[in-house]
């Protein structure tokens, strides 16, 4: 996730107006169709992507559950700290009026439809304009989610998740649950409140905790076991008032390990699992996982997806790349396919995502600047999890992987393995093992043939 910065130009102001609020945003583009046996320039279609075929037992559409997000898709800008904004949308006219964040919303659920995808996502100051005090700002907030309410009616979306925008506004440049003023802490746990509200009013599936500031850049002037307890006590209210308001949705914390704040609290997904086991949350959250966030952090690509999956513990996926080489959150589209392989055969082990989902936290590049782009990038993104989705079930089916893993940990299913994997060893057991067995036999890895197995397959 990442903030956004409105768009302002003049053409835009007079695109916006011809176009009016009910106009086409996308004209020329017609719903993505299947087309298996296009060309390699042909990318307005899926290749892959077929929403009905059954593969290792249930439809795509029901593993892949793919949403759209609403922040980088609508919000954005192309704007970078280097370079003023690029991407300018026929529909925005530079304003942050209600009016234009209406049309903004009807263009999205048109993006939506066309591209065939059954979720989206959103914060909620993406989708309405802050006001002049709290009461404003959640009379403004009701009245977008009105027409949001309208369109999913119509169109039959359906809300993977949504979430509060608590990094942005000035107000919590320190903060928001670990804000230093309890006053900011309030106004947070305010927002949140309304937040939690209108996902259930549309449905919401999962509600999502991202703590973009809830870290500290020096620890001189900053209590860390105070915010951390702050920040505990702060989800705590809001598990409370879940339940107050019969919200069903999951609740999801999403790992970052920096970036706005030199440090974040949520590093990674161990860090998040061993934060919610402390303080007694862990059967009340799950993990909201992006790739993106998980290489910044020195691990693998799908390292925070299997370990959040092991414990039980992964709810949802942002859905994203990185590049390795940068130092920064870049948010690409994944197209590699080998790392959308490698997080489905996660997911197919774990029987599906349900209630959560792969939400496309990615945003065009800057240069990336006609309309179509937005479609090209989701299209292939989609084609790539598909894939993915392909080679990981004849993964699963053929068994040689799970076999070979199965065989190298087989000395812990019986003898004193048993015992050592039971936690019912003790210490004179293993001595008196090794003084009657003797020294071990230090066997190979054979990482090399584990990653040629994988490679015959993607």
């Known amino acids: 996730m990442s903030s956004f910065a409105p768009a302002s130009s003049k053409k835009a102001k007079k695109r916006a107006a011809a176009d009016g609020v009910d106009g086409e945003f996308f004209p020329g583009i017609e719903k993505i169709q299947y087309k298996p046996d296009a060309g390699p320039e042909d990318v307005l279609c899926f290749k892959h992507y077929n929403a009905s075929e059954v593969v290792y037992g249930k439809s795509m559409e029901d593993w892949l559950r793919f949403s759209v997000c609403f922040w980088h898709t609508f919000r954005g800008t192309g704007a970078d700290p280097f370079g003023f904004p690029t991407l300018h949308r026929p529909w925005e006219d530079g304003s942050d009026s209600m009016e234009n964040a209406k049309r903004r919303l009807k263009a999205a659920f048109e993006f939506f439809t066309k591209l065939g995808v059954n979720y989206w996502t959103f914060h909620d100051r993406d989708i309405a304009p802050e006001g002049n005090d709290l009461a404003e ?13 309208k369109l999913q009616e119509e169109t ?11 990094f942005a506004n000035p107000r919590y440049m320190n903060g928001a649950a670990t804000n230093p003023d309890a006053h900011i802490v309030a106004h947070a746990a305010a927002q949140v409140k309304k937040g939690l509200e209108v996902t259930k009013r549309l449905g919401g599936r999962n509600f999502v905790f991202w703590g973009g500031r809830e870290g500290y850049h020096t620890i001189l002037n900053t209590d860390v076991l105070a915010e951390l307890s702050h920040m505990a006590n702060f989800f705590k209210m809001a598990v409370a008032h879940k339940k107050k308001i019969g919200f069903t949705g999951q609740f999801l914390l999403e790992p970052k390990p920096k970036e706005p704040t030199k440090h974040q609290y949520d590093y990674d997904a161990m860090t998040v699992i061993g934060f919610l086991k402390h303080f007694g949350l862990d059967k009340d959250f799950k993990l909201n996982i992006e790739p993106n966030h998980t290489t910044l952090a020195g691990h693998g690509y799908e390292h925070d997806v299997v370990m959040a999956s092991a414990f039980g513990m992964l709810g949802s996926i942002d859905s994203n790349t990185g590049s390795p080489d940068l130092g920064w959150d870049t948010d690409q589209f994944p197209m590699d396919v080998k790392n959308c392989t490698m997080v489905m055969k996660t997911v197919l082990e774990m029987g599906g995502l349900t209630p959560g989902g792969l939400n496309f936290d990615c945003k065009v590049r800057r240069e990336s600047t006609d309309l179509e782009d937005m479609f090209i990038s989701h299209v292939g993104a989609m084609d790539a999890f598909a894939r993915g989705l392909k080679n990981a079930a004849k993964l699963r089916q053929e068994g040689v992987l799970t076999r070979l893993v199965k065989e190298r940990y087989l000395s812990f299913s019986s003898g004193i393995g048993a015992k050592i994997a039971k936690g019912a060893a003790t210490m004179e057991e293993c001595e008196e093992y090794i003084l009657q067995k003797g020294e071990p036999k230090a066997a190979s890895g054979k990482q ?10 993607v």
């Open 137 to 149: 700002t959640n009379k403004n907030l009701d009245e977008v989610v009105d027409l949001a309410v």
């Open 156 to 166: 039959g979306m359906k809300l993977l998740w949504g979430t509060c925008n608590l």
């Open 448 to 457: 090399e043939k584990y990653e040629a197995i994988l490679n015959h397959y």
